[in-house]
């Protein structure tokens, strides 16, 4: 007879258990349709928020699986319960806020303060002993959310609701982020990362360090918040307390100093070594208070950073600098273009590899190749290894001239500057027809041979009747391609024709220059001034003439 009030309450909440995971069933459908319940909102913004969505959220987002030894259990967690043999229903089991939770056949148990492990085997034993089963399932299906404060250097400090399986930083994130439209005098000063004070009530202050914990990464250094805690967020001040890490480490860059700091830490910090580092040549300096000397000390980090020696204590504004091992090797290449027969990118070795070598691995050239014109582009940098600003180093040359003295001078040299092409002098013909080892140039790191093909056509313009391409025959003067244009304009100067060579763009008279494919035929036209324009001219040396005359007439009468 005395079983019969404990089947009736398990009736009833087997019938409450199927009415709570209907509910839940149809929550899961409209969970597309609105976000989780406050989540990330400050206690203002969580109060005006419609109160039939003010339930318990079914999906809260996570950073990672919960881990049930760091889990901290409390009032509104939401467990799920499965015990076959017992009831073929799972119960939804919600944590009251004085920290229990009533298990169907077990009655209450205090759970809150537990972590998530301590709080399993607890339940599932009662369950177990409770039902005579094997294997009940017992889970955390709903991290509760509640009230956390944040005070210090972030962009809107103030209470926050948190979830938690939240960690320190995510709350500081929300509080930092920065709303639209803010001023620049509105945004908050750099927030510290590794001097975070978190304050929880009955517990002493613990220091969370983000940069430690993104190193490591462990959890003592980025702990999940819980309710009523406290987020204290100081500036971030590195003229005041800092370490710098520089040299072969991933990140190098100044950090926040903590009193426990060491060698190996702050190398972790910094993203670790790099693959060419050298950890046993590490160099630690360290300034005077005055500044006036400093103390170097030179360091085997190896087994500090394998964890087989005790780390070397680091102390505030020291300077440490991970050597990284002498290494030329890069990816040292050339582009080999136009009339090849394998065009493409060639590795080479650094002052060493030359022109000929890069054009016999591509195969040498095609039957269209046009060697007069081949040439070899390269970039022009400064020492630093940075591309050349030719605007500001033509200004920088001109500061100390002493040639460019009229306004055509400099209009000429400002031309030229403009015109500054990074070409490598090489001829071609003489290096691969007449094996002239002077040309074999050596080829560096980012060059461009470039073989143009030979298109076999002069072009002539100006002042002819046709002007265009002609068809390039070997050993013809100025005279045939004149003709093929169709002949000297009315309008032309014939004596002021010029060759204007394909490759230098240098103008050339006809009489010193052998006319090649690719070339260009000038014909300008003969200028025919006015009347007007010879009477002034014969009025200025008049002019001249007249003061010429005048003054030496004075400097007669002034010998006397």
Do not use: C
């Amino acid at each position: 007879m005395k079983t019969y009030p404990l089947m009736f309450f398990v009736v009833l909440l087997l019938a409450a258990g199927v009415e709570t995971l209907a509910q839940t069933g149809s929550r899961i459908g409209r969970a597309t349709d609105r976000t989780a319940t406050g989540l990330g909102s400050t206690l203002e913004q969580f109060f005006e928020l419609d109160p039939r969505s003010q339930q318990i959220p079914i999906v809260i987002p996570l950073e990672e699986a919960v881990e049930p030894t760091e889990y901290i259990v409390g009032p509104n967690d939401v467990f799920a319960l499965l015990a076959l043999g017992a009831f073929n229903t799972a119960f939804q089991l919600v944590v009251s806020p004085e920290g229990t939770l009533i298990v169907p056949g077990a009655g209450e148990i205090q759970v809150a303060g537990q972590n998530l492990e301590q709080v399993k085997t607890s339940v599932i034993a009662e369950v177990t002993r409770a039902f005579k089963i094997t294997k009940p399932s017992f889970t955390l299906f709903t991290p509760r959310q509640f009230i956390v404060n944040i005070v210090g250097a972030v962009q809107s400090p103030g209470p926050y609701i948190a979830s938690a399986a939240m960690r320190v930083d995510k709350v500081i994130a929300l509080a930092n982020d920065r709303p639209q439209g803010i001023s620049p005098a509105q945004i908050a000063p750099p927030s510290s990362t590794r001097n975070i004070i978190l304050r929880r009530k009955g517990q002493p202050d613990r220091r969370v360090d983000l940069d430690r914990y993104l190193a490591t990464p462990r959890s003592e250094f980025n702990p999940f918040v819980l309710e009523g805690d406290i987020i204290m967020v100081p500036k971030k001040d590195l003229d005041q307390s800092a370490v710098s890490v520089y040299g072969a480490v991933n990140m190098p860059n100044q950090y926040e100093y903590r009193e426990t700091d060491s060698l190996g830490a702050m190398i972790r910090i910094a993203g670790g070594l790099t693959p060419n580092a050298d950890p046993s040549n590490v160099e630690l300096t360290r300034l005077s208070r005055d500044a006036a000397s400093m103390e170097v000390m030179i360091i085997d980090a190896t087994r500090i950073l394998q964890g087989v020696e005790p780390d070397y204590p680091v102390q505030n504004k020291d300077r440490v600098l991970v050597r990284q091992k002498h290494d030329r090797r890069r990816d040292y290449k050339v582009h080999v273009r136009g009339e090849i027969m394998l065009p493409g990118m060639y590795p080479i070795t650094p002052d060493s590899t030359r022109l000929s070598e890069i054009i016999r691995r591509a195969g040498g050239l095609t039957e269209n190749a046009f060697l007069p014109n081949a040439e070899v582009e390269r970039k022009i940098l400064t020492a630093a290894g940075e591309y050349v600003d030719l605007a500001k180093e033509a200004l920088v040359n001109l500061r100390m001239n002493d040639q460019l003295v009229t306004p055509e001078e400099r209009a000429y040299y400002d031309l030229e500057a403009s015109l500054r092409r990074g070409t490598v002098a090489v001829d071609f013909v003489g290096l691969l027809e007449r094996n002239d080892k002077s040309q074999d140039i050596i080829l560096k790191d980012g060059d461009i041979v470039f073989i143009p093909s030979s298109d076999k056509t002069v072009y002539v313009y100006g002042q002819v009747a046709r002007p265009g391409f002609v068809a390039y025959k070997q050993g013809a003067d100025i005279r045939f391609y004149i003709d093929q244009a169709g002949g000297y304009g009315e309008e032309a100067n014939n004596g002021g024709t010029r060759i204007i060579k394909g490759k230098t763009r240098e103008w050339l008279d006809p009489s010193l220059t052998t006319i090649e494919p690719g070339d260009y035929v000038w014909v300008p036209k003969d200028i025919r001034y006015p009347t007007g324009y010879y009477l002034n001219l014969v009025s200025q040396a008049a002019s001249f003439i007249s003061v010429v005359l005048s003054m030496t007439v004075i400097i007669l009468q002034l010998t006397k």
